[in-house]
Every structure is written in C-alpha cells, then in structure tokens.
C-alpha cells in the first residue's frame, strides 16, 4: 500500500514538470513568433550606394546635376520621395516611382561652391510598415570645387586684405605721429605748415589738438629774420609780444609737423602704388592669356 502511494505522488511531480516545461516553452514559442511578426522584411530593392554629376570636371559656378539610382527588382511596386543634401543640409527633394524590375535614377540641380563638400541621397518610400530596403540612403559623396580665380577675384582679395593691414596699422602710426608731434619747441605753438595742416582731416585724431591746446599764435614770424614775435598773454590776461623765438625755432617744428604728417600719411600713399602695380601686373597678364 505504501509503494502505490510513492509511485503516486512520483507520478504527480513528474506531470507537475511536464507542465511547467509546456508552458514555459510556449511562452517562449509565443514571445518569438510575436517578434518574428514585428520585424519587417527586406525586400530586393535599395538606393545605390555611389552619387555621380552631370560633368566629370565641377567648377566653381557651374550649375550642375546630381544623380542618383533606385534598384528594385523586389516584386512590389513602390512611390516616395528623394531628398539630396550637400554637407548635411537639405538642398531640395523630388518625388518618384519604382516599378519592380527597373532600374531609374533621381536628379537635382545644383551650382557648385568652392570647397570641398559632402553629397548624399536619402529616399522615404509608401512601403507598409513590414516592408523595408536593402538601404535607403546612398553613401556620402567627397567633391572638391577650386575657386575659380578671375582678374577680378584677386583685385577684390588684394583689396580687402590691403584694407586690413592698412587699418590695422594705421593707430600705430597715428600714436607714432602724437609722440614726435609731443617734441615740437613750446617756445613756438605753430610751424611754417601750421596754416596747411589745420585743415588736414588728420586733425580729427588725438594729434590733431595738441597744436591748438599750446597757447599763443604766431605773427609775423618771416624766415630769415633775428625773430619771430608771438602773441601771448600774460598772468593779467594782457597781450605781450615775445620777440624771443628765432627762425630756427620755426624751421624746427616745421620738420616735426612734417614728419607727423608722412608718418600719418605714407602707409595709404604707399598702399595705393602697391596696389595699383599688382592690379596693373594681374591685368597685363590676363591680357595676355
């Protein structure tokens, strides 16, 4: 009597694992059948990997197009839009439609841009959902475009770039200019170019007041003469002629006025000539060519 119940309850644990083992494999059976059903199926059509153009030589300029190719020998028919980007930007779309067993090819214009640049072909399709490509985008294209080098490119280079260094370095020379200007004899406030150089447009820069802040004005100063009389005031505020202050004196800031003014004014006189050969230089051999 005790066996039949140990071979009883021996039986229930082996159809307790029978169980547990059906259910678990059908579970498992259930799970992949569901993920099976989520994953979609390739069909034999796809983009081509590799872009080409219209022409084998892109400049800089040239309006061009741009292809690229959908194969599809899937068995389905299929419709969508192609997108082309060139360094990842969008340049345009265009819509199309595959017929299995055919070959066709999207095309975009576009005008070259110096540098080098990124190509590529991305295409969404009316495919259902369990449908997909073999790929849906083609391979990012390199292209390099050299500037195209004209007469008038170079000028406008030569000048914007003169333009550059000129400015920069003209608050060097206007600092330069104040610090020689700074020497003149305080026995004289003016020079023999005093009359000319007030109306200078350099007289707008920081240098240009130091001759009206110096006091008094000269009068009668005439080169070659013992002295030169000039009007000052004194501690009452009265007029007083200083005869005092020789030719020399004159001469001497006359030279540092001098000096100043090319100081200020070299840089754009010596900019100008250099530009003009190099313009006159480029041009004679465009001329030639």
């Not at 022409?55 to 741009?66: A, E, F, Q, Y």
């Not at 170019?193 to 802040?213: E, H, M, R, V």
């Not at 007083?240 to 100043?260: E, F, K, R, S």
Request: aromatic content about 6%.
């Amino acid at each position: 009597m005790q066996c039949n119940k140990s071979s009883e309850k021996a039986k229930r644990k082996v159809k307790k694992i029978i169980t547990t083992i059906s259910v678990i494999l059908s579970v498992y059976i259930m799970s992949a059948s569901v993920a099976l059903a989520a994953s979609p199926t390739i069909i034999n059509a796809r983009v081509l990997p590799t872009v080409w153009y219209s022409t084998l030589s892109v400049n800089d300029g040239d309006s061009i197009k741009i292809y690229a190719g959908i194969q599809n020998n899937s068995g389905v028919d299929f419709t969508g839009t192609a997108t082309f980007y060139v360094d990842d930007a969008v340049l345009n779309s265009t819509s199309f439609s595959s017929v299995s067993g055919n070959l066709i090819y999207v095309t975009m214009g576009w005008v070259a841009q110096p540098g080098t640049h990124n190509v590529q072909v991305s295409i969404a399709t009316s495919l259902s959902a369990d449908k997909t490509l073999v790929s849906a985008s083609s391979d990012k294209s390199s292209i390099s475009i050299i500037r195209n080098i004209t007469a008038a490119s170079v000028q406008n280079a030569v000048v914007n770039t003169g333009t550059t260094v000129i400015n920069n370095i003209n608050g060097i020379a206007n600092n330069l200019a104040d610090k020689v200007e700074a020497t003149k004899d305080p026995a004289a406030s003016g020079s023999l170019l005093s009359g000319i150089l007030a109306n200078d447009t350099s007289a707008n820069s920081s240098s240009g007041s130091i001759a009206k802040k110096k006091a008094g004005a000269v009068a009668g100063a005439v080169l070659g003469t013992s002295t030169g009389p000039v009007i000052s005031k004194n501690s009452g505020g009265a007029a007083t002629v200083d005869t005092n202050v020789g030719p020399m004196t004159y001469i001497y800031n006359t030279l540092i006025d001098l000096a100043a003014f090319l100081i200020r004014k070299w840089i754009w006189t010596l900019g100008a000539i250099i530009l003009l050969i190099i313009f006159f230089k480029l041009k004679s051999k465009f001329s030639r060519d």
